[in-house]
């Protein structure tokens, strides 16, 4: 298994694989579904392209259903898309 902080976040996104994320996602007791992934991939995609987690408003957009991510991620973006996704926790949002 890949570095992780002291909150589970990896320390290294690089490091991350589709592994990491079911693993990741067992912990939070979430079953990866398509939708699941579909919303990783656009993460893992943005973070390549950007080197930082994109905004939940971004993620909500490319699902095309304002609610939905809160739903595929009951406990919070940070605390579960980010996560899951392998980004570093993102310093300036304080919740999920």
């Given at each position: 298994m890949a570095e992780v902080d002291e909150?589970?976040?990896l320390v290294e996104p690089l490091d991350w694989n589709e592994?990491?994320?079911?693993?990741f996602a067992r912990k939070e007791n979430?079953?990866?579904t398509d939708e699941h992934w579909s919303a990783i991939r656009f993460m893992r995609d943005y973070y390549?392209?950007?080197?930082v987690a994109p905004d939940a408003r971004f993620v909500?957009?490319?699902l095309g259903e304002?609610?939905?991510l809160f739903?595929?991620?009951?406990?919070?973006y940070v605390k579960q898309a980010c996560k899951i996704a392998g980004m570093k926790r993102p310093r300036a949002w304080s919740t999920g």
């Open positions: 909150e589970g976040y592994q990491i994320a079911e693993e979430i079953a990866l390549a392209e950007h080197q909500i957009r490319h304002k609610n939905r739903e595929l991620f009951p406990y919070g």
